[in-house]
């Protein structure tokens, strides 16, 4: 049996166990609560152990799309018809676990909406929110250290865990592919990187989790639900970046995937917490710049730090669209 053949099967038993523990870490988790009444709590003990799983559920779904892709056939193939480096390999994979992140909380928030928010505002909660903030929480401390690693395989281009995977040379390469620095950069150098995705994710993923668990109050969790109804975009722009690594940039499919991404982005990020205040107004019969002075400062203060960041990137991803209808414009005239 030659090294070749030895090193197939050793990756597709690598592929079977990754996809047996992302499987089971899933249905454990939904195991876990599937006999709990709409009204239960999550105990901490329960708690933990939905966020132990939400790290080995999101942690192998990254390692099963990345052996997939760089050490299989089919994945050898799809890299080279795209000329994918490692690099590019990591950070579609990172996208594609994102969007499925995003079904799962879209899922949570349509149960609790239709839960919680046809029934008593204030008052009314369902146990998934509490589920899901224990189980979602390990996505976005993964989802810090998943980042990561593409940054380092984008900015030294070397290949991923054992095997090398070298990039294939573009015609034009404006990247910084090519670029192969002699040291890897540190993780505090990320940081200096990507700052304000970084403060979005700690935030949400303490601070958020903290209130959902702990701080609300006794309050219901109408509010949260719309917060995981903030996902819906999510799934477009991972779209949109992975079809930008794959140099589909001028395909109508862009477009299309363009529009529906500002759309979504708008309504379930922009829009949706306003919304929420415009709820809350109604509930307990005020104006609305009278309902939102009567929230504590804490809860002002943390509608503006999830609502700043969404206007900025809004912004980002209004201006980008804007720029390529300028330039797509005139090859439609021509």
């Known amino acids: 049996m030659d090294t070749k053949t030895t090193k197939a099967q050793h990756h597709r038993l690598v592929l079977c166990v990754l996809g047996l523990f992302n499987v089971a870490s899933l249905l454990a988790a939904i195991h876990l609560v599937s006999h709990l009444n709409p009204e239960d709590r999550i105990s901490v003990k329960r708690g933990g152990v939905l966020t132990f799983l939400g790290f080995v559920y999101f942690m192998t779904l990254f390692e ?58 204030m008052r009314s909660s369902h146990f998934i929110s509490e589920a899901y903030a224990w189980f979602g929480a390990a996505y976005f401390f993964y989802d810090i250290w998943s980042m990561y690693m593409v940054h380092v395989h ?94 589909l940039k001028k395909s109508p499919l862009y477009v299309y995937n363009g529009l529906a991404m500002l759309l979504t982005f708008l309504v379930c990020r922009v829009l949706s917490l306003p919304y929420v205040c415009l709820m809350y107004s109604r509930a307990v019969s005020m104006t609305y710049f009278e309902a939102i002075r009567s929230l504590p400062a804490g809860c002002k203060v943390s509608i503006c730090i999830l609502l700043l960041p969404q206007l900025y990137w809004f912004y980002l991803m209004s201006a980008g669209a804007l720029k390529l209808f300028i330039k797509r414009t005139p090859v439609k005239q021509s």
Not at 98 to 118: D, H, K, M, N, P
Not at 177 to 198: N, R, T
Not at 217 to 233: I, Q
């Open 64 to 121: 099963l799309f990345n052996v997939a892709a760089l050490f299989t056939g089919v994945g050898a193939r799809f890299r080279h018809k795209f000329r994918l480096s490692s690099g590019d390999v990591l950070d579609i994979t990172n996208k594609l676990v994102s969007a499925v992140q995003a079904a799962f909380s879209c899922a949570t928030g349509a149960i609790v909406c239709l839960w919680s928010c046809t029934r008593d505002l």
């Open 154 to 247: 984008m900015t030294t281009n070397v290949g991923y865990r054992t095997e090398p995977v070298k990039p294939v040379a573009r015609d034009s390469l404006s990247s910084g592919d090519a670029v192969q620095p002699s040291k890897k950069p540190s993780f505090f150098a990320y940081c200096k990187h990507e700052p304000v995705i970084l403060m979005h994710h700690l935030f949400i993923g303490g601070f958020g989790f903290l209130v959902i668990v702990y701080l609300r109050g006794g309050l219901g969790d109408c509010v949260f639900g719309f917060v995981y109804l903030m996902e819906l975009s999510t799934p477009f722009v991972s779209l949109r970046g992975i079809l930008s690594r794959l140099q």
